[in-house]
């Protein structure tokens, strides 16, 4: 082979490394395509960085938000009880104000750990965040992990819709910019937790420990803080009242989190995770309008000033009402809990309450039927039979006509005519002292009276006490037989409790505009003296027999009280009304077809019910007795007789087996004085309907008294004016009940 020059050599070489190189830079460059679109890619992070970068500095230029700590999201009316407390807001939720410095630091900790764990580092948004959370809920294909912040949901809350949009996102990026420059973190979290939504129709965390727990916050537990702290991401697909399983894996999770960021202990985990949720009792629709028929009533009262519902729903106006929030709220609880022990379950099955004040005519609690959901018929202003809570109308018209509680009357069998009203059990006890009559409820002891004062003069009495339903001209009225609503009859009982004045109860102290101007104030309520003080003392003192020693023991609440049980034929209507020197509250039980309750009485189910919302009113009301003159009722001896059951929970009233009172009467002593006068056994009448006959038409019933009773009708009680008589609106009329 032919030698190479050195030149050759060296030429072959270079011509090695070149086609070497070339195949390699052709290598690396590859295809022009995917030269571009790398090219493409750098050029769109770049763009999108500087995007970043301008978006920030943009937003770091924003102006803070005026006036941003005193924003209302939304101008609503709201009702208010007496004592401060929103009784309703219109737009049907609950919200409740708390400062950020009696928040639980718990509360605080899981809202960030479960919301915003970052929240006390970033500007109010977090946009490498919302970039890593949008990668991480394509990957998975639905949506894993939220990316809005603390700030940002609250931006939302203030200010913006629900819409997901994108624009609607970047919006809520830039108000949260703003509002961080406004205010200070720990005054964002705050306004977080009070408009935050936790389902239930509750707002804010105040509100949703109320209606979840019933228990201010301070007092919720870890387990419950937890539970509400989860609730922010989907409302209503965790509430407890809607799904409680899902509830429960919910605030585990919150639960975990906390542990994971050691804001709680292991031990404090686990406990905290094997708690066992107890919800409130109360049916949610109670923590949204702690008091439905009662807002109903304001509802009319309004209209009748002038204002219609849009006025009154979208007004913005602060309505401040005369009821009693801790009253209201122990007279939601006591129907819903005593009507279940006595398996009063069924909705045609219902029960009453109205409280109000004798002294000032304020209206503290009502309750128109035992679940507004299933009825919202006021059954506050229905007419029913009263029973023997009618009778003390009879013994206040005797006593005005001068007859004493210590007078004898004759407890044995009457007739007038073809009626012979009969006590229960047939038992009758001779004579006994007026009181005594009273006390066991006696039915021939209440016609005697009425036979002797006459009709007229007892419907003049429940007329001037405020009764306005028809009222029979008839003898049976002395046992309950006519209707009256227990609106009328509890307002009629506040003249034993007020000294014979009657007041006209009322629901409305002012309103003010949003802006804060009064535009109704309530004047002083309008009072006028009925029955003489004396009868009032009186009334007062034989009725607190009835509670301490007759027919409703069930209704003692240890501090001076005075009342009288009702219980209508065939056990269809069972009513309680009783008094302290301040407060009168009526209930009534019985079903809204007119059928059998089967062995509801007034000293059961009524009674238990007026305990206990008479055991609340005391404590804001006061326990004081009655301001009146001593009246002595004088036993000499006493005879204890065994009559009907003796278990509290039963009732303890006489009854006749005509169509008004069956009640049963318990052991009680039945005090005999001496000296005393004696109210005769009246002639029987020959008349064939001697209950429809006028009194002038019936023989005298011959009294023997120390102080003779008068024989002829009583005269008008005298019309005192009250101090400021001003109108008040008369009490609205009886609907029609629905059908069930």
Not at 146 to 173: C, H, P, V, W, Y
Not at 329 to 351: C, V
Not at 433 to 451: F, M
Not at 523 to 541: H, Y
């Amino acid at each position: 082979m032919a030698r190479m020059s050195k030149r050759e050599l060296y030429e072959a070489l270079n011509n090695d490394s070149d086609n070497s190189t070339g195949g390699k830079k052709k290598k690396k460059g590859g295809h022009p395509f995917w030269r571009n679109l790398r090219s493409l890619i750098i050029f769109v992070i770049a763009c999108m960085l500087a995007a970043v970068v301008a978006f920030e500095l943009y937003l770091s230029s924003l102006t803070p938000i005026k006036n941003l700590e005193s924003f209302k999201p939304n101008i609503v009316t709201q009702f208010y009880s007496h004592d401060g407390e929103v009784i309703k807001t219109f737009t049907a939720y609950s919200s409740k104000k708390v400062d950020i410095d009696t928040v639980p630091d718990t509360l605080k900790q899981a809202i960030i750990a479960t919301e915003d764990k970052n929240f006390y580092t970033h500007h109010g948004y977090d946009l490498y965040g919302l970039a890593r959370s949008t990668v991480q809920n394509v990957i998975a294909g639905h949506v894993v992990q939220g990316a809005s912040t603390i700030t940002q949901q609250l931006a939302r809350i203030l200010f913006l819709s629900n819409e997901k949009t994108f624009d609607r996102k970047i919006k809520e990026i830039i108000i949260a910019a703003r509002i961080e420059k406004s205010i200070p973190k720990d005054k964002i979290l705050e306004m977080y937790l009070n408009n935050v939504y936790l389902g239930s129709g509750t707002y804010g965390v105040v509100s949703a420990s109320e209606t979840y727990f019933n228990k201010p916050l301070e007092k919720c537990s870890l387990s419950e803080i937890a539970l509400i702290a989860g609730l922010p991401q989907a409302p209503s697909v965790y509430s407890p009242f809607n799904n409680l399983d899902l509830a429960i894996k919910r605030r585990n999770q919150v639960l975990l989190r906390m542990y994971k960021m050691k804001y709680i202990t292991k031990q404090e985990y686990l406990t905290a995770k094997e708690e066992k949720v107890k919800l409130s009792s109360v049916p949610t629709f109670y923590t949204t309008n702690k008091a439905p028929y009662f807002t109903d009533y304001v509802m009319k009262e309004l209209e009748k000033m002038g204002f219609d519902e849009t006025d009154i729903s979208q007004g913005g106006y602060k309505i401040i009402t005369t009821i009693d929030s801790k009253t209201q709220l122990k007279l939601n609880e006591a129907i819903l809990r005593n009507m279940k022990n006595y398996g009063l379950t069924g909705k045609n099955q219902q029960a009453a309450v109205f409280s109000f004040s004798p002294i000032d005519g304020r209206i503290i609690a009502y309750a128109g039927g035992k679940d507004y959901t299933e009825s919202q018929y006021d059954r506050v202003q229905a007419i029913r039979p009263a029973g023997s809570a009618f009778k003390p109308f009879v013994y206040a018209t005797a006593l005005e006509h001068g007859i004493s509680p210590n007078d004898l009357i004759e407890d044995k069998p009457i007739t007038i005519g073809d009626w012979s009203p009969k006590n229960y059990g047939s038992t009758y006890r001779g004579m006994i002292p007026v009181y005594s009559a009273l006390t066991i409820s006696s039915n021939v002891c209440a016609v005697r009276l009425i036979k002797e004062v006459g009709i007229r003069a007892v419907i003049q009495t429940a007329r001037t006490l405020g009764i306005t339903t028809p009222l029979e001209y008839d003898y049976t009225i002395a046992l309950g037989s006519n209707g009256s609503k227990l609106f009328e009859l509890t307002r009629a009982y506040g003249a034993f409790a007020n000294g014979g004045y009657v007041v006209q109860p009322f629901a409305i102290e002012r309103i003010e505009t949003s802006r804060g101007k009064i535009v109704y104030r309530a004047p002083k309520a309008r009072a006028s003296r009925q029955l003489s003080v004396k009868t009032a003392a009186e009334m007062t003192a034989m009725l607190k027999t009835v509670i301490k020693n007759g027919t409703g023991r069930g209704a003692d609440i240890g501090v001076p009280c005075a009342g009288k049980t009702g219980t209508t034929d065939n056990y269809k209507d069972a009513s309680f009304v009783g008094y302290t020197p301040s407060v009168v509250t009526g209930v009534w039980v019985g079903n809204d077809d007119n059928t059998t309750t089967k062995s509801i009485q007034g000293g059961s189910v009524p009674a238990r019910i007026w305990h206990d919302v008479m055991m609340t009113a005391i404590e804001q009301f006061g326990k004081s007795d009655f301001n009146y003159p001593e009246i002595e009722l004088k036993p000499t001896s006493v005879i204890k007789q065994e009559i009907g059951e003796t278990n509290e929970n039963t009732d303890t009233e006489d009854s006749q087996n005509s169509e008004t009172d069956s009640e049963a009467t318990t052991t009680m002593p039945v005090a005999i004085p001496s000296e005393t006068a004696k109210i005769a056994s009246p002639q029987k009448e020959t008349t064939s309907h001697p209950v429809q006959t006028q009194p002038q038409n019936t023989k005298p019933v011959q009294v023997q008294s120390a102080k003779p009773a008068q024989t002829s009708p009583a005269p008008a009680p005298k019309q005192t004016p009250a101090a400021a008589p001003t109108p008040v609106a008369a009490p609205i009329p009886m609907a029609t009940p629905e059908g069930n």
